[in-house]
């Protein structure tokens, strides 16, 4: 199949799924066209299968925000075009789904009938989307998709319950590039570098959001390194990291804490991780929580959102109230403070995580495309046989 993946280029969730699934449909063969405003973080090499297509928007005094949505739809229907693209896959509602619909528009009117699958990844369902500004569009591009998917139960949930959705919505989680060798390809770090012997290595990921609750995050390791020696990693940035690196000043615990900002060397930190802590105000599904979990470490979370589908309470980790943090704590201590403990933990993680390996949730795309390029067909051919009988179109 020849399918284009439009999506937003950035370390956010979002742009690591889609470009992880774009890679590896491209090595099951299919030929991949990403179109989007630069090159995803993820995409170092290209290859015969891979292409990359930068949307150009141009500088025009009368625009106060540039058109991004319309240099998008005309991309896509040039490169629709150009290449014989079979199918668009669009990640986020707003504007992807949006310009994926004009480009369906346009290139219809050229005799062109191409499906689109939009999935849906999070905020742009339960923190943008639902703005009343966006609301009606969102709604509309949703119900203008041939095919949608959500990456978690709950996300499909609050779809259905945040808009007026006719569309089934298929739940296809999130994935996992699971490698058996992968340890061994990692280049080489002193863990010492990190932490003294016997002190345990407690990570955070994120984009530095209040959704994530980063001021959380300090103070459970506060309580965590109370008990046992500990150091914390923080990693990525945003605008909640320098009040994160204030609080740590002021508990007294700056020398403890590591702030690495965004990061190309996330499975080199989590190789040497101990345990994660994510205690999210909500997660669509908590793929960090899953990465972690793919180098096998325990997770403490919050219950929230589609985490409950990714962390095993009991078994790879510990889910709490949102806000819980003494419960947080005593759950993390629960984990590291005995090596037996730590290890079968380490254990359940990982073997959670295989649950996701993209190799198991790839097929479920492919089986998803080709229905909707089937599907596309048949309505071809229906509407020709339509018109070859009564000599108009319905």
């Known amino acids: 199949m020849k399918i284009a993946i439009v999506c937003y280029p950035t370390f956010g969730g979002s742009g690591v799924v889609a470009t992880e699934l774009g ?9 991949i066209h990403f179109i989007t405003y630069s ?8 290859d015969a299968n891979v292409h990359y297509h930068e949307v150009n928007v141009p500088e025009y005094p009368l625009f106060h925000y540039q058109p991004y949505e319309l240099a998008l739809s005309s991309k896509l229907v040039d490169m629709v075009k150009l ?22 528009q346009m290139l219809k009117d050229e005799g062109i009938e191409i499906p689109m699958v939009t999935t849906l990844h999070g905020t742009d369902i339960t923190l943008v989307g639902n703005h009343p500004f966006y609301k009606p569009a969102v709604t509309f591009s949703i119900n ?8 978690s139960q709950s996300l499909k949930e609050d779809t259905l319950k945040l808009f007026d959705i006719k569309k089934e919505i298929v739940v296809i989680p999130n994935f996992i590039e699971l490698d058996n060798n992968k340890i061994d390809t990692v280049t080489p770090c002193f863990r010492s570098a990190l932490a003294k012997d016997g ?26 390194q109370k008990e046992i020696p500990a150091k914390l990693l923080m990693v990525g940035d945003g605008p909640e990291k320098e009040k994160a690196e204030n609080l740590c000043q002021e ?12 990061s190309n060397e996330i499975d080199r930190i989590l190789s040497y991780s101990d345990l994660f802590l994510l205690p999210s105000e909500t997660e669509s599904f908590g793929l960090a929580a899953l990465e972690a979990m793919a180098w096998s470490v325990p997770v403490i979370s919050s219950n929230s959102g589609g985490l409950p589908e990714v962390n095993l309470n009991g078994f790879s980790g510990y889910l709490s109230n949102v806000g819980d943090i003494e419960g947080m704590a005593a759950n993390a201590l629960k984990i590291v403070k005995e090596d037996v403990v730590l290890n079968q933990f380490k254990h359940n993680a990982l073997e959670t995580a295989n649950k996701f390996d993209i190799k198991k949730i790839l097929p479920l795309y492919e ?21 070859s009988n009564t000599g108009f179109t319905i």
């Open 144 to 151: 203008k998709s041939d095919v949608v998917t959500s990456v």
């Open 251 to 262: 508990l007294g615990i700056a020398h403890k804490v590591i702030f690495f900002g965004n």
């Open 199 to 224: 002190e345990r290595i407690i990570t955070h990921i994120s984009n530095f959001r209040k959704v994530k609750r980063i001021p959380d995050v300090i103070k459970i390791f506060y309580m965590i």
């Open 39 to 46: 090159q995803p973080v993820r995409l170092a090499l290209l």
């Open 83 to 104: 290449y014989k693209i079979e199918l668009l896959h669009v990640h986020y509602a707003i504007p992807h789904a949006y310009a994926g619909y004009m480009a369906k």
């Open 23 to 31: 890679l590896e449909l491209a090595r099951r063969g299919h030929e």
């Open 367 to 387: 089986d998803l495309y080709q229905k909707a390029i089937n599907n596309t067909k048949k309505q071809i051919f229906f509407e020709n046989k339509v018109t």
